[in-house]
């Protein structure tokens, strides 16, 4: 029985995921407010049916790491994907780089700041807690604006999936220079340097098996080898989400990439035929992966900690400081001409997978896994109300 317990509630989950993608798509509410929601239910529902959803922690807390890595690598994957690259993106490109360096290195400051002179804390240990929190989560943010027009839509997807990858490249660089000196800049230089070289390698293999391997189950065999790429550079310690996003964006922008040299060696037509199929594997993928990451995030959540004033008052200072931070600057760089660009700031699966990859050594006691939920839970609020504020000025504005 247990076995068809379980069948029924992995599809009724993705079908409710289905509906609220649907429901989303007419209100403007994300799609992931409704899956933490529906995870926050079946714990209360299960609670209230005597089940022991506690006794199952230690299952969940293996589990979301793993459906977080795999959530995020699929995620910036379907992102990079649907972006397309030209002459007439340059500045896009740039302004939304700009925007994930500054706005990151800029927001560390802040919360560095507010734990070191406002809650004394060890001022080393603060600098790299301070980095998970400034974060943009491109899993959250990404399907958030699929009802934003072009240009606001792309700059949240390249400047969220380049705020994953400078934060997780900060991280690591922090992690592993206890002390911070010349030799520690040229390493990281030599390793951005081989994931470069690495991504390169994979990019021209994998386009050229994409388009040669005539087996029908091409695409798992894809996917494969670039998780395998993937775990190997962070077996090494590499940026390995570099690989991926620039993986994506050479597949939906081939043409661009191939120079005269490498179009010898593809089939165009194919290859382009392969690549559309290929994008709606990955967002069906990508879509699978995120509805059960945030429904069982959602069902993990313990809200005894919330009531705590220390902990409130160290959660509403970091949340105001990052807004404050991007407000400011977006009205400094006037990017954000129809304040659509402010408020989609959310924290959550990049905040956590780095949060939990921190040894208890590591972790400061009054930045706790509480004080953690609490940003990403205010966060994903934020971004559900000025989402749906902006779908109904749209329509006032349309009518």
């Known amino acids: 029985m247990i076995t068809y317990d379980l069948l029924i509630c992995i599809s009724t989950t993705i079908i409710f ?31 209230y049916f005597g089940v022991d959803v506690a006794g199952y922690e230690r299952q969940i807390n293996l589990v979301l790491p793993f459906l977080g890595t795999l959530g995020l690598i699929f995620i910036v994957l379907e992102g990079s994907l649907e972006l397309e690259i ?14 994930a360096l500054v706005v990151l290195l800029l927001t560390v400051g802040a919360i560095w700041a507010i734990l070191v002179y406002i809650f004394k804390q060890d001022a080393n240990l603060a600098f790299l807690n301070a980095i998970p929190l400034s974060v943009i989560s491109s899993a959250i943010a990404i399907p958030s604006v699929a009802s934003l027009s072009g240009y606001e839509k792309e700059f949240i997807i390249y400047e969220s999936s380049f705020s994953d990858i400078l934060g997780v490249i900060l991280f690591n660089f922090v992690l592993s220079n206890s002390v911070i000196n010349s030799n520690s ?60 996003f620039i993986f994506g964006l050479f ?5 661009f990439f191939i120079n005269k040299v490498f179009r010898q060696k593809f089939k165009m037509k194919v290859l382009q035929n392969e ?50 931070i991007r407000f400011l600057y977006f009205k400094v760089t006037r990017d954000d001409k129809d304040n659509l660009l402010w408020y989609v700031a959310p924290r959550g699966l990049i905040s956590i997978l780095l949060f939990f990859s921190l040894s208890e050594q590591q972790k400061l006691l009054i930045l706790d896994q509480d004080v953690l939920l609490l940003v990403i839970l205010a966060s994903v609020f934020i971004l559900a109300i000025g989402s749906m504020f902006n779908a109904k000025k749209s329509v006032k504005i349309n009518h």
Not at 28 to 40: A, D, F, Q, T, W
Not at 213 to 229: D, E, P, R, S
Not at 251 to 255: F, K, L, R, S
Not at 309 to 315: D, E, F, R, T, V
């Open 17 to 47: 995921s289905y509906v609220f993608d649907f429901f989303s798509s007419k209100t403007k509410l994300p799609s992931v407010v409704l899956l933490l929601l529906l995870g926050i239910g079946i714990k209360q529902a299960a609670n």
């Open 86 to 99: 030209n002459g007439s993106k340059k500045m896009l490109l740039l302004k939304s780089f700009l925007a």
């Open 185 to 244: 800049f040229v390493h990281l230089g030599y390793e951005l340097f081989l994931i470069f070289v690495i991504s390169i390698m994979a990019m021209v293999s994998l386009g050229l098996l994409f388009e040669r391997l005539g087996h029908h189950k091409k695409f798992v065999l894809l996917l494969a080898v670039l998780l395998l790429f993937y775990g190997v550079s962070k077996h090494y310690h590499l940026s390995a989400l570099i690989l991926i």
């Open 251 to 255: 597949a939906a922008n081939n043409e």
């Open 275 to 324: 690549i559309h199929h290929f994008q709606s594997f990955v967002t069906e993928i990508a879509f699978v992966i995120r509805t059960f990451f945030f429904v069982i995030f959602g069902a993990a959540i313990d809200f005894s900690g919330f009531l705590n004033p220390n902990k409130l008052l160290l959660a509403s200072v970091i949340f105001t400081s990052i807004y404050f």
